[in-house]
């Protein structure tokens, strides 16, 4: 029987082809640019040890240059396998599949971490921020990209009539199952209620409208979005908003021993090297698979 309480739904790409079909093949290099963009803005010059949350297929993993290594954990195996395809099996990744509601890791263990495109799948956003701050060092940079619900578009539908919901209320609005747009104050005031110390906002795809892309080189569009992104610290009006935090403590080291912890009951694991193709807890007994080199956590 689980220690743990039971945990929200979580979406599962698993069998996806979203690298393929919504980046490389559905016209969202304007997009990826401006994501690119923020990132670079956000990101500390230089750290040790990065946890990427909602990873996927590894398209922003190589914007991370600072990191000497970086671990991509997502919820769904054969995204990361395409990860894995992508980035290949060097010692600089590792591969984790895993719950963000139950990560796999012990406290303190990063440096410095990263959500993007992945909390509007999250259920419970204060969970799952919680999970993020706990495994981070105190003092660490976060980055977290949220999708906007007060952003221009549904503004002027909802005040032409076009739209039900109102853009201005805090609470999350869910558009399809699992995907949900959030108000940019209730995110702040979740961040604060972690232990995240906000220290930048950056609004992100000012221009993500059809007639737009297909007038406008996505190079143009996207030189356009940097100019307007540092307003962010003043008004969130784009569907896409980026945030630099850090969480906030009094200089917590990082954990002297161990990386992996059970998420069933919380006990720290032993090394891989006891057993190389499974990682199991001593307390409990719970046991997880390490798959073609891909660390196996998730909901069994």
């Not at 109102?166 to 609005?173: A, R």
């Not at 190389?276 to 007994?285: D, F, I, T, Y």
Request: charged share 20%; glycine share 8%.
């Amino acid at each position: 029987m689980s220690n743990q309480p039971p945990t929200p739904p979580v979406i599962d790409y698993e069998e996806s082809d979203y690298q393929t079909s919504f980046w490389e093949e559905g016209g969202r290099e304007y997009e990826d640019r401006c994501e690119q963009i923020a990132l670079k803005r956000l990101l500390p010059e230089k750290g040790e040890l990065l946890l990427e949350i909602g990873a996927g297929a590894g398209r922003n993993t190589p914007r991370y240059k600072g990191y000497k290594r970086i671990v991509l954990l997502d919820y769904s195996l054969t995204q990361l396998q395409q990860a894995q395809a992508y980035l290949g099996n060097s010692q600089n990744y590792i591969y984790v599949a895993g719950n963000v509601y139950r990560l796999p890791f012990v406290d303190g263990l990063f440096d410095g971490g990263t959500m993007i495109r992945t909390l509007h799948h999250m259920k419970d956003p204060l969970a799952a921020l919680h999970q993020s701050k706990r495994v981070l060092q105190d003092g660490s940079p976060f980055i977290l990209e949220y999708a906007n619900k007060q952003n221009l578009k549904a503004i002027l539908r909802y005040w032409l009539g076009r739209q039900d919901w109102s853009p201005f209320s805090l609470e999350p609005i869910e558009f399809a199952k699992l995907n949900f747009d959030f108000h940019p104050r209730m995110i702040r005031q979740t961040l604060s209620e972690v232990g995240f110390a906000l220290k930048k906002q950056l609004t992100v795809s000012h221009f993500r409208i059809k007639v737009l892309k297909n007038i406008f080189p996505a190079a143009v569009l996207a030189a356009m979005d940097s100019l307007l992104q540092p307003t962010g610290d003043w008004w969130q009006l784009s569907p896409s908003v980026f945030t630099l935090s850090t969480a906030a403590g009094k200089g917590k080291p990082a954990p002297g021993k161990g990386f992996f912890q059970c998420p069933e009951c919380g006990t720290a694991l032993p090394d891989q090297a006891e057993n190389p193709s499974q990682l199991a807890c001593q307390c409990c007994g719970k046991t997880y698979p390490i798959v073609d080199g891909i660390y196996d956590f998730r909901d069994q």
